[in-house]
């Protein structure tokens, strides 16, 4: 039968690693937001070559499944900083490379093709009425970028972003399988202790469904005063 | 360095497995498409309590990761029928990822078709009635060719994560090429593992290059169905950033 008590000690051993998770997903969210930024820099000016790359890698990724680049960053990673550091001259043994480094690089690999167009739609929804405005201001073009253009790009940009938040933290639990234990690998080893998997795994979605729902509400109350605003 | 020859031998063997992983595919996709059509005609006519059913429904399979949706199903399935009387002695793994994928599916698509529904204008269905279409008559003639060309971008999204998500039956224990991986690397005694991984990479990313390209096609056929009074936002976009781009910005 399903039990509750065993169900109730899962959530609350379950509750542990969530803010491991949360700020997991925040380093992430952070890195693939500026590699994101780049990409979106390198497309809008299409800059030659660079941006031939770019599409390429950006097909890869949305043709790759997590997994798969997961398993081939745990094992390539390793050897590629084995080799780039060997260029600077210095000694690391491929074995110690920790696998929480392999998620957040992987994780911000993937995140970033999906920021980069969470970027460029956002610069694109500043009217060009602003920038007209910037330059009969006498703005240069720095200054029209960090006063007029990203203020705004970034109160259109942050419900997107919050939305990403939540799409990495569903991707972290593909970290149990490199050995990293987040919300979803905690719910298996509270699983594998009581011998009771669903209670562990019914504890682990509610979880997951709770966080979801904070960050649904606070995206439906910031686009609530965005609205307001105008 | 990397070993091109042994990805060019290993290919065939992953290449054999490869239908588990297109049956489930096409199987979850299709039950899916099926399924979300229902749910979103439940969310829109309003059906009272269904609807609210619905709307949990959708808010699980899109809050909870696909991983835990799987072994909710593997482990929670059987559980569920025998509360009700059916006693299940042996629920493969591959039933529930079918079962698992067709909910996940369902619930994103009818995100997609809910609003490609309603963007079809008021006007057009009081045209459709007044003209003195019957209910099918209307949607299979006026509303339906226009919600296709709004929700197949939707689709083709949710097709390319359907294939991501297939690359996960593994860890419920279906034989598909992640798992025609690990035996390839014991039996290689984990000198290959690079080597194995990007090849299944590519593989993926062949099979989402040609759901992208069969999704480009019907996008192609339906588009002349789009009316010109914003239902394809595409071009005016693209202009826009033209212009931003000549400026500079």
Do not use: C
């Amino acid at each position: 039968m399903f039990k509750f008590d065993v169900m109730a000690q899962d959530f609350i051993g379950i509750l542990m690693v969530v803010p491991k998770t949360l700020l997991l997903a925040i380093l992430i969210l952070f890195l693939s937001t500026i590699l994101g930024g780049v990409i979106a820099l390198i497309q809008q000016y299409r800059i030659p070559v660079v941006v031939q790359v770019v599409k390429v890698f950006k097909s890869f990724l949305r043709g790759t499944p997590a997994v798969v680049l997961l398993y081939l960053m745990y094992y390539a990673l390793p050897q590629i900083a084995h080799l780039l550091l060997k260029i600077v001259g210095v000694e690391f043994n491929p074995h110690n490379l920790n696998p929480v480094v392999v998620v957040i690089v992987t994780f911000s690999l993937t995140m970033s093709a999906f920021q980069s167009e969470i970027i460029r739609g956002a610069f694109m929804s500043v009217s060009e009425g602003q920038i007209e405005a910037a330059h009969s201001l006498g703005y240069n073009f720095m200054q029209t970028l960090s006063r007029v253009i990203m203020p705004q790009a970034l109160m259109e940009a942050l419900p997107d972003f919050l939305n990403s938040y939540m799409v990495i933290i569903k991707a972290l639990s593909l970290a149990f399988l490199i050995t990293v234990v987040d919300i979803f690998a905690q719910a298996k080893i509270m699983g594998a202790m009581s011998f009771r998997y669903l209670e562990a795994f019914v504890a682990a979605a509610l979880i997951y469904w709770l966080i979801s729902a904070i960050l649904t509400a606070l995206i439906n109350r910031y686009e609530l005063r965005l609205r307001k605003a105008y | 360095m990397l070993d091109i020859k042994y990805m060019l031998e290993i290919t065939p063997s992953l290449l054999s497995v490869l239908h588990v992983t297109l049956i489930i595919l096409i199987a979850s996709s299709a039950l899916g498409l099926g399924l979300s059509i229902l749910v979103t005609a439940i969310r829109i006519k309003k059906v009272k309590y269904l609807s609210q059913v619905m709307d949990l429904f959708i808010s699980f399979t899109r809050s909870v990761p696909i991983v835990l949706q799987l072994f909710l199903m593997y482990y929670g399935f059987p559980f569920l029928l025998s509360m009700i009387g059916i006693h299940v002695s042996d629920f493969s793994a591959a039933a529930a990822t079918v079962l698992a994928l067709t909910l996940y599916n369902a619930g994103y698509l009818s995100e997609v078709l809910r609003p490609a529904y309603l963007a079809v204008e008021k006007g057009q269905h009081e045209a459709a009635d007044g003209l003195g279409y019957t209910p099918f008559q209307k949607f299979t003639r006026i509303i339906a060719p226009q919600v296709i060309p709004i929700a197949l971008p939707g689709w083709g999204n949710a097709l390319v994560y359907l294939i991501h998500d297939t690359s996960l039956i593994f860890t419920i224990g279906v034989a598909d090429i992640m798992g025609v991986a690990n035996t390839l690397i014991s039996s290689s005694y984990g000198a290959h593992q690079i080597e194995i991984y990007l090849t299944i990479a590519l593989l993926f990313w062949a099979i989402t290059f040609s759901a992208d390209t069969m999704v480009r096609i019907f996008e192609k056929r339906a588009a002349k169905y789009n009316l010109s009074n914003g239902i394809a936002p595409k071009k005016k976009a693209k202009r826009k950033m033209r212009i931003l781009v000549q400026k500079g910005v």
